[in-house]
């Protein structure tokens, strides 16, 4: 795990604005959001279907960039990073987890995890054994050589989970973490992403519809027609 | 990284199939096709490449390449030995008539009359016997495959006799005379012999066979035997080069073989960029999710284009190996597709032909990934 960072705000968001589309189907999809997201928190996005929630999501991994507004991870201004450098960026401080996964079909769960340390250029042979060992910490040290096919969703989520973690970014993003998963697999996922969360320099970020899982957030963003309507802060023995 | 790039490729078998075969197949009809005119082309100036010591060809005015003859008379020979600069001068009949053998096989055959004395202008590669075979009574010359063609399955042997326009000639020596553009049965014979087998008017004399003086250029003293005598004079350099051009210019040849090329080409391509593109678009998501994961546009060029030219080696190599095997297996020296080879330069300028073929099919493809939005990941 990462040293605990000074800073003492992970995310910052400040009037930010979002539109997709264009020409006459443009449309204003975030409104002058502000949110704050807290080193060893977990921070819920909670709102209904196409409130904006995933633009937001977006907009906070550097995947889009913002049209108004400014976005900080970390005391980094997104915005002031040139193309190359926010995907550098990107790479070595974020970790995503897709609703969809978007696991490479064609590689093993090993080498579905090594990649974000082969993209950093890290060597094969030291690349695969930190992947194995990550994937033995989210308990799937019998699945080493198996491709995503060969292994149930709870199984292709904790892989998915592997591939955020392994780099040890500082801001994990999660999709929909549980939204396949049956209520004791969701519990397992979300037992792991809190003790990520737990480590004062790293923050968890989660969009979520599953109700089952709110109580594991310390934090809960509620969202509404592109804007922040509501945000619930958890006493630690509420998020327990 | 290059492994992750053919891990994406080779998970998807169906693609890299179909990608390798166009490859291939471009690859195939492009060297075969492009081998076979080059291989055409040389035979039709194999006479001039057989007349070993010979540096200047002497015709009539109207004659444009060796296989087209306008007699001239016998008397033109001792106009071009007068011409300074000439060494020496000979004389060179061609001429065609069937050949029959006394079992009553029948064949085309291409008639070389050589110098009697010189024997100037005769090939130099004998498989049995040697020029001064020719010498002897009714004797000719034949190449190895007409030999299999008029005697099939019999051994090559000396001693054979041949009807030639119902006259007797003796096979005394086999030869492993290059073969002419016709493909006929090669003989070759003293002059005065081979003149004797075709019904000639007075002029016999197809073409006189000269050298320069040591010292001389031959293509100047080509030019003064043209200037003193009116007579056409190249030197053997240039006249293998306007057989060639006459060939290009007034046959199909080039627009029959140039048509399958191009035809290879574009369908190569044509099935190269469709499937790449597929397979590109099948995987956007993957190329998606490898820039959330912090790989730049630029690593992402070279991994497509990694992938584009595996499919490309592999393509090439199958290509090339089977044109190769086919000119290995079809082209024997015994076969009628002699002497057709796969020139090293071929393979090369396909080899350029097919990174062409394959960087201009990855470019629609390229582009559909430095555009793609890391962010359509999110939507799957």
Redesign the interface.
């Given at each position: 795990m990462t040293a605990p960072d000074r800073n003492p705000i992970a995310v910052s968001c400040r009037g930010l604005v979002k539109q997709l589309g264009s020409g006459s189907i443009r449309t204003r999809v975030l409104h002058g959001i502000d949110l704050d997201v807290f080193p060893g928190e977990m921070t819920f996005l909670l709102g209904p279907s196409g409130c904006g929630k995933t633009t937001l999501i977006s907009t906070i991994a550097g995947l889009l960039v913002a049209d108004e507004g400014k976005v900080e991870l970390f005391g980094t201004n997104l915005a002031e990073l040139g193309r190359r450098s926010l995907v550098h960026f990107r790479g070595a401080g974020v970790g995503v987890v897709f609703q969809q996964l978007n696991l490479f079909p064609a590689l093993t769960a090993t080498e579905n995890v090594a990649v974000p340390l082969l993209v950093q250029g890290r060597a094969g042979a030291s690349a695969k054994a930190l992947a194995q060992a990550m994937l033995r910490e989210v308990g799937l040290e019998t699945h080493l050589t198996k491709y995503p096919s060969q292994l149930s969703i709870g199984e292709r989520q904790r892989v998915a989970i592997a591939r955020a973690l392994i780099h040890e970014p500082r801001l994990i993003i999660c999709d929909e973490p549980t939204s396949a998963l049956d209520g004791a697999s969701g519990q397992r996922v979300m037992e792991l992403l809190r003790k990520v969360a737990r480590d004062p320099g790293r923050a968890v970020l989660v969009v979520t519809h599953d109700a089952r899982i709110v109580p594991f957030a310390d934090r809960i963003a509620h969202m509404s027609d592109g804007r922040i309507t509501r945000i619930d802060v958890r006493t630690e023995r509420e998020a327990a | 990284?290059l492994?992750?790039a053919l891990?994406?490729l080779?998970?998807?078998r169906a693609k890299v199939l179909g990608l390798v075969f166009g490859v291939a197949f471009a690859t195939l009809l492009v060297t075969q096709q492009g081998a076979m005119f080059v291989g055409l082309m040389t035979r039709s100036q194999n006479i001039i490449a057989d007349a070993q010591d010979v540096d200047i060809w002497v015709m009539d005015p109207s004659v444009e390449h060796p296989d087209l003859v306008r007699p001239m008379r016998d008397g033109e020979l001792f106009k071009v030995r007068g011409v300074p600069g000439v060494a020496w001068a000979t004389p060179f009949f061609k001429g065609g008539a069937p050949v029959k053998t006394q079992e009553g096989r029948t064949k085309g055959a291409v008639i070389l009359g050589v110098d009697d004395a010189t024997l100037v202008g005769v090939t130099q590669r004998f498989v049995i016997g040697s020029p001064t075979d020719l010498q002897r009574p009714d004797a000719i010359a034949i190449d190895r495959v007409g030999f299999m063609q008029l005697w099939p399955g019999e051994p090559l042997s000396v001693g054979k006799v041949l009807e030639l326009n119902e006259r007797r000639a003796v096979v005394t020596a086999i030869t492993d005379a290059a073969p002419a553009f016709s493909a006929q049965v090669i003989i070759h014979a003293r002059y005065s012999q081979a003149s004797s087998y075709l019904p000639t008017g007075r002029n016999r004399l197809s073409f006189i066979l000269a050298r320069a003086m040591q010292g001389a250029e031959p293509s100047t003293v080509a030019r003064d035997i043209t200037e003193r005598t009116g007579l056409k004079a190249h030197s053997s350099e240039e006249f293998s080069r306007q057989t060639v051009r006459y060939y290009l210019r007034n046959t199909g040849i080039p627009i029959s073989f140039g048509t399958t090329i191009v035809l290879g080409i574009v369908v190569g391509a044509a099935i190269v960029g469709l499937t790449f593109s597929m397979f590109v678009s099948e995987n956007i998501?993957?190329y998606a999710?490898?820039?959330?994961?912090?790989?730049?546009n630029i690593r992402l060029v070279g991994l497509v284009l990694f992938q584009a030219c595996v499919v490309g080696v592999i393509g090439y190599a199958i290509g090339t190996g089977l044109a190769a095997a086919f000119f290995a297996f079809a082209c024997t020296p015994t076969s009628a597709l002699r002497g057709f080879v796969l020139p090293w330069w071929i393979a090369t300028a396909v080899a350029g032909t097919i990174l062409v073929l394959i960087l201009l099919s990855s470019l629609a493809s390229l582009r559909r990934v430095l555009v793609v939005?890391?962010?359509v990941?999110?939507?799957?």
């Open positions: - | 990284m492994g992750l891990k994406m080779f998970g998807d998501a993957q999710m490898l820039k959330v994961i912090g790989v730049t939005e890391p962010a990941v999110f939507s799957g």
